[in-house]
Nanobody, 124 residues
C-alpha cells in the first residue's frame, strides 16, 4: 500500500503557473505508474496526465496538452505536475493516483491509490 500527499495548489490568475507535487510513502515508488486527475464541482473526476514507472512514457488529456507537464523523481518518491497558461476551466481539485504497472494508466478505474487532493483555483 502507498500513501499519497499532494501539495502546491492555490489561487492563481489566468495565464499564471503552478506546480503540484505528490509525495509517496513507499520506497518502491519506482514500481508505480502515476497519474493526475481533477474534479470540478458537479463534474466527474477526469484524467489530466500520467507517467510510466520509469518516466519514459507520458500521456495527457487533450485539454492540457502543451500547457501541463508531468514528471517524476524516483529518488524523492515524488511526481510533479507543472501547469502553465492556466485558465478558469482548470479550476478543480487535483488528485494524484498510483498503481503498480508497467504501463501508462489513464482512467480512474485503473488506480487503487489516491491522495486527498489539492485545490487549484484560477481567477479571470
Amino acid at each position: 500500500q502507498v500513501q499519497l500527499v499532494e501539495s502546491g495548489g492555490g489561487l492563481v490568475q489566468a495565464g499564471g503557473s503552478l506546480r503540484l507535487s505528490c509525495a509517496a510513502s513507499r520506497r518502491t515508488f519506482s514500481s508505480y505508474a502515476m497519474g493526475w486527475f481533477r474534479q470540478a464541482p458537479g463534474k466527474e473526476r477526469e484524467f489530466v496526465a500520467a507517467i510510466s514507472w520509469g518516466g519514459g512514457s507520458t500521456s495527457y488529456a487533450d485539454s492540457v496538452k502543451g500547457r501541463f507537464t508531468i514528471s517524476r523523481d524516483n529518488a524523492k518518491n515524488t511526481v510533479y505536475l507543472q501547469m502553465n497558461s492556466l485558465n478558469v476551466e482548470d479550476t478543480a481539485v487535483y488528485y494524484c493516483a498510483a498503481e503498480i504497472s508497467l504501463s501508462v494508466l489513464t482512467t480512474t478505474k485503473e488506480y487503487d491509490y489516491w491522495g486527498q487532493g489539492t485545490q487549484v483555483t484560477v481567477s479571470s
